[in-house]
């Protein structure tokens, strides 16, 4: 299957651009086989055109953006054929609406990428440190409740935003979602920016806007958005969403990934300061241009005419399956006669066999449109109520008629250990163990008990959204009996919608074998001390989690190995549970550390410019000294050096850059007039000056090579480290103490360059993060580790054996 597999008018519709963008990205991978390029170089270019690595090492996950979850039948039929052909046959749809493929070849990436493209689809951006999909209500358009259709605000941000310089280098990625009413099916306050719909009267007339809150997202730290205003007309959104996305940029921070969400700028500098900022940068944009953006359809089908004449009650013919499907998969739109159908898929997969036929049942049923939810579920809108019964018979006969979407058993689960680096446990295979064991025990009658959400993480990051779920878990390792055993913390009473948005409570680790008969038990407790009407979410404010935890202690104790080895193993899995992670990010963050330095570099030259052309002279001197140092440290970082004492930057840049023809002479009267009041009078070369230094420092990373080598003629002389005297053969010693990541990985590489293989390097690095990624990245290169040793408690002595 290549491009040849589309009509001639969907090749000719395709953009040039976007067919040199693919291009390139096949030419990068032809560049990394051959070691042209670092691997950790192209992960950051792979990872923005949305390519994740898997634990498979020769494997990939391709992520389909799927804006606001709307596809049409056409590109449900590619996606089954890109799933059948290139994949393990089975397409994934993820929580923010995306479609997703495992075990996808490197090599086969561009090929996927055109035929996506000839659909109009794209995976760019779907990672990476942008705006990832924007999401929208899947009920958007047909919901009864809502202020109005939401999808095509959704989309015009969809489509202003992608390939918008804005956003292709933030300090980390960015969530927008939109909600149609205070029901919130989009989930705003787990977004950076959640947009819910509202409506003001204005001059006799209703006016349409948004409630817009800012800074929210899971993770290890996971925190609810906070309102920023209460209304903005519809009209000022784009403009409002752009002056966040500056603040973001110029203010996140870039050095600490782990902090780098836009919740921890809040948190660094208060929501009144954020506020203030983006609101004086709001006023900023709209004055900086029209803004008379031409607003996309919503997703009412071209030929519907308003309401059916004579409106079909839905009937089943007596089948007592139907009735029991119907009551949890289907809802009435507010467009009478008409329904919506929920497609339970369970743990968000469906084989690319079902999405094929399932593709051809839409266009017979449905206008030919289909909706990825964030539940990870389908969901089939403008159904005909005279036609919901014969599409439950089409859609049992594919295996795709499971009741109870939304309910108890629906578990929502991230992919976990099975494929992604980050996984500690299989948290698939949980959530299956779970569902197995309520298979047979679910009662339809009981509205309360089938509102209990259970949601499913492998890790802390909370893919699988653990920290909004009533009952929620996430792996962790527990060490009893001298051995590993698979756990997960167990989180109570989380939960976003109706106007409600709370992080749930958690101090329980349960072994993993124990839960489905713990989550047996705590529901049972439910059932027995509830109130009357009681939620499950309002029975654990009411009672505390530490009564629920007495009630667990019985599953918290687990066999000696002697008596049970399976307590020991994860779920689904037939060895003895260990931590294995994958590659370090070490590595990678050199990477994102340059790219962040030469990026916020090349905005401050271009401010400097703007300012310059203004007449605000004094102002353009500041952002040109601005651009000198971030571009300097970020050409800087290949010899790691790390300092924030600026004369040091500017000699050091002279000594490693300049004098070695790395960049051209002529930016040097940057770093010999830098601070000086002579500065001044020549900003007019000083402003052009400071896009040439940009421009070439872009040019000389571009030609890094595999080994962080930047292209030169001359010699490039590296830092000596002290070396100690020691009682093994050790060939070198370096001391990192102190040295944080990346640089300590960066010395550590450029020391082992120097080496001959067989050589053993000896480092002292850190405790914390250090130690859990530079082992990993030195791993990931191809060397040996021989020994690990803690010493003085707070940092750790590795031997090393050159590759």
Known sequence: ????????????????????????????????????????KFKRFRLQNGIYGQRQKEDFMVRVKIPQGTLDHKQMRLLADIGERFSNGIAHASSRQDIQFHYVKLENVPAIMKL??????????????????????????????????????????TSYLLRNQVCQGLPRKFKIAFSGCAKDCALAPINDIGAIAVTKGVNGRKLNGFKIYIAGGLGPHPRVARLLVDFIPAEELIPLSEAILRVFDQYGERRNRSRARMKFLLEKIG????????????????????????????????????????????????????????????????????????????????TTGQLRSLANITAKYAHGSMKVTQQQNFLMRWVLNKDVYPLYKELKELG????????????????????????????????????????????????????????????????????????????????????????????????????????????????????PEAVSGLVSLYKTERSQGELFYQYVNRVGVDHIKDMLEKYLTVPSYTESPDSYRDWGSETEFIVKL???????????????????????????????????????????????????????????IETEVEGEILREFQDKIIDKSIVSWRVEPLYTEYGK???????????????????????AYSKLDANFRFKTNKKVDQKEEDNKPMERKIDACLDLKGVSCPYNFVRTKLKLEEMDSGQLLQIIID?????????????????????????????????????
Not at 22 to 30: A, L, N, R, V, Y
Not at 791 to 803: L, P, S
């Open 1 to 40: 299957m290549n491009i040849s597999d589309l009509t001639d008018d969907e090749v000719a519709a395709i953009p040039s651009f976007i067919i040199e963008e693919i291009d390139t990205f096949g030419k990068e991978i032809s560049r990394l086989r051959k070691g042209e390029i670092p691997e950790e």
């Open 582 to 640: 994958g590659a370090g990010e070490c590595a990678g963050g050199v990477v994102d550390l340059i790219e962040e330095c030469l990026m916020s570099g090349a905005r401050e030259a271009s401010r400097a410019s703007f300012l310059f052309e203004a007449g605000q002279f004094d102002e353009s001197i500041r952002w040109i000294e601005r651009a000198i140092i971030s571009i300097s440290k970020g050409m800087l970082v290949p010899f790691g």
């Open 116 to 157: 996506l493209a000839g659909k109009g689809l794209t995976t760019r951006e779907a990672c990476g440190n942008t705006v990832r999909n924007v999401t929208a209500c899947y009920l958007a358009g047909i919901c009864p409740e809502e202020s109005f259709d939401v999808s095509p605000y959704a989309r015009l941000t």
């Open 271 to 350: 929501f009144d300061e954020l506020k203030k900022r983006i609101m004086d940068e709001f006023r900023v944009v709209m004055d900086s241009r029209k803004w008379d953006l031409s607003l996309p359809s919503g997703d009412t089908p071209p030929n519907y005419l308003g309401s059916l004449p004579d409106p079909t009650m839905v009937t089943g013919n007596g089948d007592p399956y139907f009735y029991t499907w119907y009551k949890t998969n289907v809802i009435s739109q507010k467009q009478s006669g008409y329904s919506a159908v929920h497609i339970r898929l369970v743990l968000g997969d469906i």
């Open 400 to 515: 795709l008629a499971s009741a109870g979407a939304g309910r108890m058993t629906d578990i929502q689960s991230c992919p976990g250990a099975e494929t992604c680096n980050l996984g500690l446990t299989s948290s698939r295979q949980l959530a299956a163990a779970i569902g197995k064991k309520f298979a047979n025990n679910q009662d339809d009658q009981d509205a309360e008990l089938e509102e209990i959400k259970i949601k499913v993480s492998g890790c802390p990051n909370s893919c699988g959204h653990h920290h909004i779920a009533d009952i929620g878990f996430h792996g962790v390792a527990k060490k009893m009996d001298g051995r590993l055993v698979p756990h997960y913390q167990l989180h109570l009473g989380g939960g976003v919608g109706d106007g409600r948005a709370e992080i749930a409570d958690s101090n329980i680790k349960l072994p993993a074998k124990n839960i």
């Open 677 to 699: 009041p002579s500065m001044r009078n020549k900003i007019g070369e000083m402003t052009e000056l400071a896009k040439i230094l940009a421009e070439e420092s872009q040019d």
């Open 767 to 803: 405790d914390g993060e250090p130690y859990q990624n530079v082992p990993k990245s030195v791993l990931n290169e191809g060397h040996k580790i021989l020994e690990e040793e803690k010493v003085e408690d707070k940092h750790y002595r590795i031997v090393i054996e050159k590759a």
